[in-house]
């Protein structure tokens, strides 16, 4: 049982590439989300989901596309990277309706764009 | 608009002393849940507690428990004893009970336990 997979763990871009940072997991989870984690700002929430073919916009949305086409996937795309999205990304997910239950975090991927 | 304060940016004790970290919480709604996470210098963040805001009870689990205000609309975390192991940022996040996928993180205390 592999929880919460991110892929790549750390990646280096170029102004104004694009690049997409993978999410999978393996416990059927309804929810996902994706966080980005930036020094003294917490964790902002840049876009989530409540299932397959769902996804909503958080606090931080400009620059990033999501899309969820199965339970397990969720990954998030940089259209055209800018120096201010170099940050620690986090995906989560969670089961939908399950009392007691926070969301269960990958590992990050940490992105730097210069 | 819901918003999460934690005040605390960082706090040092010795190793032992008990510890309070603070967390304010803002919305509209009358049912929502309240959060702690923990992240551990590794970096992985860790889901501590999650609370319903029709409970009022205080909550503990061995060295760790979570003081629930909603006269003050507040939700502490205490660790007693505390331990080097506890040196971590701990966050504290809500959410609206109607849409429990979205939830909203505070800025984290980086909590420092010294030997």
């Known amino acids: 049982n592999a929880g919460v997979t991110q892929t790549p763990k750390f990646q280096v871009l170029k102004t104004g590439q694009s690049m997409t940072l993978q999410c999978a997991q393996d416990m059927n989870h309804e929810y996902m989300s994706w966080y980005r984690q930036d020094p003294g700002m917490g964790l902002r929430l840049i876009h989530y989901?409540?299932?397959?073919?769902?996804?909503d916009q958080g606090e931080v949305p400009n620059g990033y596309n999501v899309s969820r086409s199965t339970t397990e996937d969720f990954p998030l795309r940089l259209l055209s990277a800018a120096p201010s999205q170099t940050s620690v990304y986090f995906c989560?997910?969670?089961?939908?309706?399950?009392?007691?239950?926070?969301?269960?975090f990958g590992s990050g991927t940490r992105l730097t764009v210069v | 608009a819901q918003k999460v304060t934690q005040a605390q940016t960082e706090i040092s004790v010795v190793e032992k002393e008990d510890v309070t970290l603070d967390c304010v919480y803002e919305t509209r709604d009358t049912t929502y849940y309240l959060f702690w996470y923990k992240q551990p210098p590794s970096g992985e963040l860790v889901f501590l507690i999650r609370?319903?805001?029709?409970?009022?009870q205080n909550e503990i689990s061995g060295r760790y428990s979570w003081n629930f205000q909603k006269s003050t609309s507040s939700f502490n975390f205490t660790i007693t004893a505390s331990q080097v192991v506890d040196s971590a940022v701990y966050f504290c996040a809500l959410s609206d009970r109607d849409r429990d996928d979205k939830i909203i993180f505070g800025k984290g205390t980086r909590l420092h336990i010294l030997p």
């Open positions: 989901s409540v299932g397959a073919g769902i996804t």
């Open positions: 609370r319903n805001s029709f409970d009022e």
């Open positions: 989560a997910s969670r089961p939908q309706g399950r009392a007691n239950y926070g969301y269960t």
